[in-house]
């Protein structure tokens, strides 16, 4: 049976070292929540975070948190001998809608609500290219999803997902 | 703007998207509220003014037309019913009494629970309002009717009055009428022309020049102005001032004022109204004037206006006018703005405040070279008016999220108002300098706080009736707030008249719950007894009153206010009474804070809260076994005690209890791990900064310390969330660095509770 198809999206595509083979990984990213590409500048450290997020940069006096794909996506604990990023390599900076409400320890504005753009930056090895593909409606929602490149298969991944992973289990 | 906003701004353009129709009808609902206060004021005074429940009525049916465009349902329901009771009380039908009033004040509250439910996407509480539906029901089937004719002794018929004008009138309209003249006012009618372009105003100053004198019954357009361009009005008005004083107040309207007296005072006029009912006016007016039954006084339209006007309290007459006149220009020049755009352009600014940094760089890489060096010199001059002019944009967005803290005091003086009720005391509440302004989110902020301060104060601080007779005080107690600006700072005075605090039974009431032990108590100065009550925990009664005293608050007020950056300081004297003062930064955008370096990390303590800094010697640093009352603390909470052993200080007599600023952050070493080096031998040549909070004063080990400066704290993104239990936000320091801003109060109770679940690494080192 044919899929059902998408109208065809722009993606960046990236690659990341110590892939589940050790080999290198695709990874596709919606050129739409791409904002840009950066070297990222000095990393500040921040504490009680999960630890695939290394940390905050500026970016023109905007905060950035910047994510190791490697440890979000459970790699890094394959090879835990690679850098997880090599110093050279850049990042992927996505824009991401978050909504918030205001802290609920200083209790005061009831429901006060604003929603406001954030930018995540993914760390990767290098941007391989840029190019259209077609997405398949998946018959199993919420599962990742798998892009038909020029490069073989990609998985596409969204900045809502790597902003809020589901929680994993604490030892 | 959500997907649903968008929508709705295609699909309705020129509709009030629902965050303005929400905004809008919270500002109808306070507008409300403060004008019930007002009306309570007046009814106390035994003078309620049927001016403030009509306006009160007005506002309620504007929200009950904007509900029925938006948000059918409960809210309209309820401003539905709010209204009809209004209307009942106007109508007299429904005593305005205490009751009453409870019951439009909690018509206030359910207004903005309702409210703030829908805003932030909750499920409406609707058992709430149901209840409240359930008593404006009530209330109207048990007050009302019965004797809602008792002002239809009158007969209306026995005046002078044109019938057709009685035939006109609204049921309002002829219940004041019949209540003013059975109350022995006297009635007179009034005819005024308006050019039809002003006529609103026209309006309006005819019932400010009255106000004081008399109630307008009603305006009646004659129908005969006297060109297209204007408009003749016929006024009811009853009074109880003599007739000159009317006409003159009058008089700069250019109006033709006339007693109307009882038929039977008079004799019958040649042709008698009710057998000529519709024959022309001025005949009728021309005709009276001849028989001299009524005073005719017609004023010519004066130049002078205002100097003319003979009204006995003329200071009182002309400042409610200017009000008028303000409060109609603020209307006009205002608009309201999203706080989130706000904050997008002091994003902006805080981009462009790094442009003079670029800018110095370029500076003196052209002041090395000779032949540039005069270029420099240029450069410098326009750097200087650049960051001038940044400074200037950055306040006056600042000043843009300033509001008047009046907004917390309408609150807090119905808090009062009920609580005093619910207490059955009698407070006075005043309150002066609402005027000043603050930071809107402090404003919201604050109310919680100060909500808490008040309950406090009514409930145990003013005594009850006897006691205060039997102290040979007022009656009467009285709370007073104070607000006013102090240099960069706000603050707020709450002061009560009522029992006081005495600083050894805080000490005592502190040793005997177990807070404190007996040899610190023996240490405790007047001030560091009061600030006891700060502590978690503590409470001065034995059994928790419906009100308070369940011993939570007064620590989660302090907490609080402490996150704003701010300070509470207590003053107390026995049976004079206790004074609170909160002192706060005019604005959350700009915090004061020590930037320290940690670990390689540069991070942002605020200085609110910081008592001093001094280098640290390494050799003096001891060990200690850990005091008592952390483990107690720690065992109530249900969480082990990890440190047994805890590196002190010795420091202006008390140990103080150290603790790097790296440890207490970032997650402790793996556990097990042989190679952590002890606290002492971690301990490098830095600073202590020693963080002081009620009951807990601990110095805090960092390797540098690079100054004092203003901040703009920016919240921590969302996907860094979990770092909000310690951290307050971030901040660009303006050199590419970050700033992590610290929550010191969440950092301290944390290593004084110790509740974290991980064993700290201290622990496990003396194990080894």
């Known amino acids: 049976m044919t899929p059902l198809m998408t109208a065809p999206i722009e993606v960046a595509l990236c690659t990341l070292l110590g892939g589940i083979g050790g080999e290198e990984e695709l990874w596709a990213f919606r050129l739409d929540e791409a904002a840009e590409i950066v070297k990222p500048p000095t990393i ?41 990023i090599a110093p050279q390599r850049r990042a992927i900076v996505l824009a991401h809608v978050a909504q918030r409400r205001d802290d609920p320890r200083l209790g005061a504005p009831r429901g006060h609500r604003r929603e406001e753009q954030e930018l995540l930056a993914i760390g990767v090895d290098a941007i391989v290219g840029v190019e259209r593909v077609s997405r398949e409606l998946r018959a199993v929602p919420g599962a990742s999803e798998l892009v038909r490149t020029s490069r073989g298969p990609a998985f596409l991944l969204g900045a809502a997902a790597l902003a809020f992973p589901t929680r994993r289990e604490e030892p | 703007m959500t997907d649903r906003e968008t929508e709705a701004a295609m699909s309705a353009p020129g509709l009030l998207l629902e965050s303005e129709f929400l905004a ?97 996407g909750l499920p409406e509480p609707e058992p709430e309002v149901r209840a409240l539906l359930a008593a404006l029901a009530r209330s109207r089937n048990a007050l009302g009717r019965a004797e809602s004719d008792h002002d239809g002794a009158v007969k209306l018929e026995s005046w002078a009055l044109d019938p057709n004008i009685l035939a006109v009138l609204t049921e309002y309209e002829e219940h004041r009428l019949r209540l003013a003249v059975a109350s022995g006012q006297r009635l007179f009618r009034a005819e005024v022309r308006f050019a039809l372009a002003t006529l609103d105003d026209g309006i309006e100053q005819l019932k400010t020049r009255l106000i004081d004198l008399g109630e307008i019954v009603t305006y009646l357009p004659t129908g005969d102005g006297a060109d297209l361009l204007s408009i003749d009005l016929e006024i009811l008005v009853v009074s109880r001032a003599p007739v000159d004083l009317l006409a003159a107040a009058l008089e700069p309207l250019g109006a033709r004022l006339e007693e109307v007296r009882r038929r039977d005072e008079t004799l019958p006029p040649p042709a008698a109204p009710a ?18 039954e009524t005073r005719v006084l017609r ?48 994003d902006v600014v805080g981009e462009l405040g790094l442009l003079p940094f670029a800018v110095a760089r370029l500076e003196s890489s052209l002041r090395q070279n000779p032949l540039t060096r005069r270029e420099a010199g240029e450069l410098s001059r326009l750097r200087r008016s650049l960051e001038r002019h940044i400074g200037r944009i950055r306040s006056g967005i600042l000043a843009t999220r300033m509001v008047p803290l009046a907004q917390v005091v309408d609150r807090l003086t119905r808090a009062v108002r009920q609580i005093a009720r619910e207490s059955e005391k009698q407070v006075t509440f005043v309150a002066t300098g609402a005027e000043t302004e603050l930071d809107k989110l402090l404003v919201e902020e604050l109310t919680e706080p100060l909500l808490h301060l008040v309950r406090n104060a009514v409930d145990h601080g003013i005594e009850a009736k006897a006691t205060r007779e039997r102290l040979q005080k007022p009656v009467v107690g009285t709370l007073a707030l104070n607000a006013f600006q102090k240099g960069n700072q706000v603050v707020v005075e709450l002061e009560d008249d009522g029992a006081g605090m005495h600083p050894e039974a805080l000490v005592a009431r502190a040793i005997g719950l177990g807070l404190i032990s007996p040899e610190e108590g023996r240490t405790y100065g007047r001030n560091e007894a009061f600030s006891l009550v700060f502590l978690p925990g503590f409470t001065t009664r034995a059994e928790a009153g419906p009100l308070s005293g369940r011993g939570v608050g007064m620590d989660v007020v302090k907490t609080n206010i402490a996150a704003l950056g701010g300070t509470v300081e207590v003053e107390s004297e026995p049976d004079i009474g206790s004074k609170f003062t909160l002192t706060l930064p005019i604005t959350l955008a700009v915090l004061q804070v020590l930037v320290v370096v940690a670990d390689g990390t540069t991070f942002c303590l605020p200085l609110a809260n910081l008592e001093e800094v001094f280098p640290l010697d390494v050799a003096a ?24 052993i805890q590196e002190v200080l010795p420091h202006r007599d008390a140990p103080l209890p150290l603790a790097p600023l790296g440890t207490l952050l970032f997650d402790a070493p793996e556990a097990g791990d042989a190679r952590t080096p002890s606290l002492r031998e971690r301990l490098r040549p830095g600073f202590v900064v020693v963080a002081n909070f009620p009951g807990k004063r601990i110095g805090i080990v960092v390797d540098g310390v690079d100054g004092q400066q203003g901040i703009v704290v920016k919240a921590l993104p969302a996907a860094l969330r979990s770092a909000r239990s310690v951290l307050a936000g971030a901040t660009d320091l303006g050199d590419h660095r970050i700033g992590l801003v610290v929550d010191l109060g969440a950092v301290v109770d944390e290593f004084v509770r110790e509740a974290r679940p991980r064993p700290s690494p201290l622990a496990l080192e003396e194990r080894l």
């Open chain 2, 299 to 346: 004023a010519g339209v004066s130049p002078g206006g205002d100097k003319h006007l003979a009204v006995a309290d003329e200071g009182r007459e002309g400042r409610s006018a200017g009000e008028r006149n303000e409060q109609a220009l603020e209307r006009v020049a205002t608009v309201r703005v999203a706080i989130d755009r706000i904050d997008g352009l002091l």
């Open chain 2, 621 to 644: 640093v001891r060990r200690s076994p850990v005091r008592e009352m952390g483990r107690e603390l720690a065992r109530e909470a249900g969480r082990e005690f990890g440190r047994e």
């Open chain 1, 44 to 84: 500040t450290r921040v504490p009680r975070v999960d630890p695939s997020i290394r940390g905050l940069f500026l970016l023109r006096g905007r905060l950035v948190t910047l994510i190791d794909l490697g440890a979000r996506l459970g790699l890094r604990r394959l090879h835990p001998e690679l850098p997880w």
């Open chain 2, 24 to 120: 809008e009808a919270q500002e109808i609902v306070d507008a409300a509220s403060r004008t019930l206060l007002a009306l309570d004021e007046a009814r106390s005074r035994g003078d309620a003014s049927p001016l403030l429940l009509g306006d009160v009525f007005r506002a309620v049916h504007t929200l009950k037309g904007l509900a029925g465009l938006f948000r059918p349902g409960l809210l309209g329901t309820l401003a539905h019913e709010y209204e009809e009771l209004l209307q009942d009380l106007r109508l007299g039908r429904t005593p305005l009494d205490g009751e009453a009033m409870d019951l439009l004040f909690r018509g206030i509250e359910t207004f903005g629970v309702l409210l703030a439910a829908i805003e932030a």
């Open chain 2, 275 to 292: 057998e000529d009912a519709g024959r022309d006016r001025d005949r009728d007016r021309d005709d009276a004037a001849e028989t001299g």
